[in-house]
Nanobody, 124 residues
Framework: QVQLVESGGGLVQAGGSLRLSCAAS????????TGWFRQAPGKEREFVAA????????YYADSVKGRFSISRENAKNAAYLQMNSLKPEDTAVYYC?????????????????WGQGTRVTVSS
């Protein structure tokens, strides 16, 4: 069993940066691929980025590639999403997820554990 809690969301101007954190409980967090997803108002949840259990492999949605960076620290049971050059279209609730899946799948249904989300608002 893994419980996930996101933090670090907030209001930022376009061009600014935020760092989201995902704190995990449970001894097996280090065994799971960790992903970040987001859901904007009126839209479906979409894949943002994922990192393998070892941290060796990462994968990004085209919309965030070059601006966002995913990382993890298994010793701290934590994962992060560094978001730079933020745009108004990045406004959404961001969710951390963990699952026994390839980081390249990008499918929300492949992730078993989910956090409650943290809201990110980017003003123009």
């Amino acid at each position: 069993q893994v419980q996930l809690v996101e933090s670090g969301g907030g209001l930022v101007q376009a061009g600014g940066s935020l760092r989201l954190s995902c704190a995990a409980s449970g001894r097996t967090f280090g065994s799971y691929t960790t992903g970040w997803f987001r859901q904007a108002p009126g839209k479906e949840r979409e894949f943002v980025a994922a990192i393998s259990w070892s941290g060796d492999s990462t994968y990004y949605a085209d919309s965030v590639k070059g601006r966002f960076s995913i990382s993890r620290e298994n010793a701290k049971n934590a994962a992060y999403l560094q978001m730079n050059s933020l745009k108004p279209e990045d406004t959404a609730v961001y969710y951390c997820a963990a699952g026994l899946t390839s980081p390249y799948s990008g499918r929300a249904t492949n992730y078993r554990y989910w956090g409650q989300g943290t809201r990110v608002t980017v003003s123009s």
